[in-house]
């Protein structure tokens, strides 16, 4: 069974910081592009951030630019999320996400056909 699994999320201050990663099972990721997404209370899902199969692209949204970081370690099967200098605005339902491909494919949720159960982030003071 193919299977993707969040973890890290919590409570933290604005200014904190967090580290989600994000697991495989029944499958290698080190074929796939990984992205993650959030979703805010009453707000639609977006997209964060995407990294390529062998992490050597990456890309990130506007609002995240310069503050999180992804990364990914093929031979644990896992993908990191490091967010920096959370602010209020970043609190939501992280989830990470595989496309069957090995680039990114912007963040057209239709194109990732494997997704986690997501991880609740709050940033509150």
């Known amino acids: 069974q193919l299977q993707l699994v969040e973890s890290g999320g919590g409570f933290v201050q604005p200014g904190g910081s967090l580290r989600l990663s994000c697991v495989a099972s029944?499958?290698?990721?080190?074929?796939?592009?990984i992205g993650w997404f959030r979703q805010a209370p009453g707000k639609e899902r977006e997209g964060v951030s995407c990294?390529?199969?062998?992490?050597?692209?990456?890309n990130y949204a506007d609002s995240v630019k310069g503050r999180f970081t992804i990364s990914r370690d093929n031979a644990k099967n896992t993908v990191y999320l490091q967010m920096n200098s959370l602010k209020s605005g970043d609190t939501g339902v992280y989830y990470c996400?595989?496309?069957?491909?090995?680039?990114?494919?912007?963040?057209?949720?239709?194109?990732?056909?494997?997704w986690g159960q997501g991880t609740q982030v709050t940033v509150s003071s």
């Open positions: 029944g499958f290698t990721l080190d074929s796939s592009a």
């Open positions: 996400a595989r496309a069957p491909f090995r680039t990114c494919p912007g963040y057209v949720f239709k194109l990732y056909n494997t």
């Open positions: 990294i390529s199969s062998r992490g050597g692209s990456t």
